[in-house]
C-alpha cells in the first residue's frame, strides 16, 4: 500500500488525502484546463473555480472518513466536472493570424532587467541556458556585449509574467 499524498486546492483550508494516482490524474486535468484556456483573459480565475468545485466534491467524499482519495474515485469526480473549453471563442482575426512572437524583458523572476528571460521566451529556450551564453559573450568581449544589453533595457517593452507573453504572442492580430 502506498502512502498517502495530501493534496491542497484553493478554496479549502484541510489537505485532501490521495493516492498518487489520483495526484498525477488531477495535475493532468488541471494542465489540460490551463492550456485550452491559455488565451482566456480569465484562465486563471476559472482554473481556481474549477479547483475550488474539484476541493467542494472532494470534502464530501472524504468527509465520510480519513479514506483516502484514489485514482479511480478521482477520474469519476473529474469526469462529473467534464471537459474545460473557452467560454467564449475569441474573435476571429481580420488577417487570420496570430501576433506572433515578439522581442520584450519579462517580469517574472528577473534577475537583471528580465531580458534574458525575454529572450528565452521568444526564442523557447531554457532561461538558465541564455543567462549561461550572456555571461559568457560578455566575459568574451570584454564587457561589451553590455551596453547593447543595457540599451535593449531601456527600449524593449515589459510584460509581466511568462503567461501574459504566451497570450499576447497567441493574440489575434486586428487590423
Known amino acids: 500500500m502506498t502512502e498517502p499524498i495530501s493534496i491542497r486546492l484553493t478554496g479549502h483550508v484541510a489537505a ?6 489520483a495526484r498525477d490524474a488531477l495535475r493532468r486535468y488541471l494542465d489540460d484546463a490551463r492550456s485550452a484556456l491559455r488565451s482566456d483573459p480569465d484562465a486563471d480565475e476559472i482554473v481556481r ?3 475550488c468545485a474539484i ?5 464530501a467524499f472524504t468527509g ?4 483516502s482519495v484514489t485514482g479511480a474515485q478521482m477520474t469519476v469526480i473529474l469526469a462529473e ?4 473549453s473557452p467560454a467564449r471563442p475569441s474573435p476571429p482575426s481580420p488577417e487570420g ?4 512572437r515578439f522581442w520584450c524583458r519579462i517580469d517574472e523572476g528577473k534577475w537583471f532587467g528580465g531580458l534574458c528571460l525575454g529572450i528565452a521566451a521568444y526564442g523557447g529556450f531554457r532561461v538558465d541556458w541564455v543567462r549561461t551564453v550572456v555571461l559568457l559573450l560578455t566575459v568574451l568581449t570584454g564587457g561589451l556585449l553590455a551596453v547593447p544589453y543595457l540599451v ?8 509581466p509574467t511568462v503567461a501574459d507573453y504566451e497570450r499576447q504572442r ?3 492580430r486586428y487590423a
Open 64 to 67: 465520510l472518513g480519513d479514506a
Open 81 to 84: 466536472l467534464g471537459p474545460v
Open 97 to 100: 493570424r496570430s501576433r506572433g
Open 49 to 51: 473555480d474549477l479547483e
Open 16 to 21: 485532501f488525502p490521495a493516492t498518487s494516482e
Open 152 to 159: 535593449l533595457l531601456l527600449v524593449l517593452p515589459a510584460v
Open 170 to 172: 497567441d493574440a489575434p
Open 55 to 59: 476541493g467542494d466534491r472532494l470534502s
